[in-house]
């Protein structure tokens, strides 16, 4: 699946389960220190990790199908 179908995937979840009051989280990690990428990424596993819990906790129906980096910050598909 591509990111964009993956996107437009969640959008639709979100659509589909907003009337159970379900929310749709959908969230990049950030350029991660990973032996994919010779751990030259930005941020650690661990940090990355943390943030994303953080964000996940604080989803609301309103942010459902959202786009959003690590650091908080909405991406457009």
Known sequence: MSKAALN???MSLSHDLAHNK??????HPGYVQ???V????DISASDSAKK???LINN??????GVFKHSNGS???W
Do not use: F, Q, R
Not at 38 to 41: E, S
């Open 38 to 41: 010779n751990y030259g990424g």
């Open 52 to 54: 994303l819990v953080g």
């Open 22 to 27: 379900v929310a749709v989280g959908v969230y």
């Open 59 to 64: 989803l609301t129906l309103i942010e459902s």
């Open 74 to 76: 909405i991406l457009p």
């Open 8 to 10: 437009a995937a969640a």
């Open 34 to 36: 990973t032996d994919m």
